[in-house]
């Protein structure tokens, strides 16, 4: 079964510093992965997403994630934080039982320091 | 602007009333999904619906239902809301096709956050 864990309920970074949040996955096939970002009072928007055509993806908003097969790793980064960035992340897999199924991780949430 | 669309974005209800939140997408996408988000979790599968078919997660409980009349709506009802299942209610779309399965993202619409009093 696919899962995804995500470490760090709570990230806090000051304005202008790297941000890194983490993402581990576990999959028995090759997965495809996502990262969501959800603000206040808001639907998920998609940030970037792997599909196994490069390693590096790039998404919006300067986000970009390196997928790690060494590692079962699938870590977002972004050079330097906004105030806007403030949100609620998500990383997410696809399931293989399922072709139309996403699975979440628990999220982490961004705060950023001025 | 292609779209998922939910109304209304805010609910009241009260206890017991039954209460239906709506769903609609221009994006022409043949799987549809609801979720259910309460604070600081991640979006939890009530069901989706696979073009016309109807996919119910295991422990979605009976008191949830959902209807799609055609390609772009979708209905969640809930028939006796309880002080539980107060919640941000979310709406996605896929598209799903041999070629791309599990490709493709899912598109979410606003939410609609359900205060059950």
């Known amino acids: 079964a696919q899962s995804v864990t995500q470490l760090g309920s709570h990230v806090s970074v000051s304005e202008g510093a790297l941000v890194l949040l983490r993402c581990n996955y576990s999959?028995?096939?090759?997965?495809?992965l996502f990262w969501y970002v959800q603000y206040p009072n808001q639907g998920l928007q998609l940030l970037l997403k792997y599909t196994s055509a490069a390693t590096l993806v790039k998404g919006i908003n300067g986000f970009e994630a390196e997928f790690k097969k060494s590692e079962t790793s699938f870590h977002l980064t972004k050079p330097s934080a906004h105030m806007s960035d403030a949100a609620e992340y998500f990383c997410a897999v696809t399931s293989y039982s399922s072709a139309s199924k996403i699975i979440f991780g628990s999220g982490t949430r961004l705060s950023i320091r001025p | 602007d292609a779209m998922v669309i939910q109304n209304p974005r805010y609910q009241v209800t009260q206890f017991g009333k039954p209460v239906t939140l709506s769903c609609s997408q221009t994006l022409n996408h043949n799987v549809m999904y609801w979720y259910q988000q309460k604070s600081s979790q991640a979006p939890k599968l009530l069901f989706h619906y696979y073009d016309k078919d109807f996919n119910n997660e295991a422990d979605t409980p009976d008191n949830f239902q959902s209807r799609r009349p055609n390609t772009s709506f979708c209905f969640l009802d809930i028939r006796s809301p309880g002080l539980g299942d107060a919640a941000m209610y979310l709406c996605a779309t896929s598209r799903d096709t041999v070629d791309e399965r599990r490709q493709n993202e899912q598109f979410f619409g606003p939410g609609t956050r359900l205060t059950v009093l």
């Open positions: 999959s028995s096939v090759p997965p495809y």
